[in-house]
Nanobody, 127 residues
Framework: VQLQASGGGLVQAGDSLRLSCVAS????????IGWFRQAPGKEREFVGG??????????YYPSSAKGRFTISRDGAKNTVYLQINSLGPEDTAVYYC???????????????????WGQGTLVTVSS
C-alpha cells in the first residue's frame, strides 16, 4: 500500500483548501483511509476517515472536525480528498493520510489503528 498526500500550502484565514491522498490501485476497495494532522509541538490527531468502498464507504469525524472537514473519494482516481473550510491559524499542521484494513466499525481514530502512512503535506494558515 502506498499513499501520497498533496495539496498543502500557504493560505489565508477564512480560505478553503482541498487536500488529496492518492493511493495505490485497489487500496480504496480494501482499506479504510484516515486523515490526521500534526501541529508543531503537538501529537498527531485524527480529523476524519472513510471506510473502504467494499464496506459502504461511510465517513467519520471527531466532534472537533464536524462542520468544517469533509472527506470524499474518487475511486476512478484512487484518491481520497479532505476539504477544509474556514481555515484558521489553528489549522496549521502537517496533514497525513493513512490506511488500515480494520474490518468493521469506524475506520479508527488513533494513529495505532493504521498500518500505512503517506508522507504528509504542510498547511500553513496566515492570520
Amino acid at each position: 500500500v502506498q499513499l501520497q498526500a498533496s495539496g498543502g500550502g500557504l493560505v489565508q484565514a477564512g480560505d478553503s483548501l482541498r487536500l488529496s491522498c492518492v493511493a495505490s490501485p485497489r487500496t480504496l476497495i480494501t482499506h479504510n483511509i484516515g486523515w490526521f494532522r500534526q501541529a508543531p509541538g503537538k501529537e498527531r490527531e485524527f480529523v476524519g476517515g472513510i471506510r473502504r468502498s467494499g464496506s459502504g464507504g461511510s465517513t467519520y469525524y471527531p466532534s472537533s472536525a464536524k462542520g468544517r472537514f469533509t472527506i470524499s473519494r474518487d475511486g476512478a482516481k484512487n484518491t481520497v480528498y479532505l476539504q477544509i473550510n474556514s481555515l484558521g491559524p489553528e489549522d496549521t499542521a502537517v496533514y497525513y493520510c493513512a490506511a488500515n484494513r480494520r474490518p468493521s466499525g469506524t475506520p479508527g481514530y488513533n494513529t495505532d489503528d493504521y498500518n500505512y502512512w503517506g508522507q504528509g503535506t504542510l498547511v500553513t494558515v496566515s492570520s
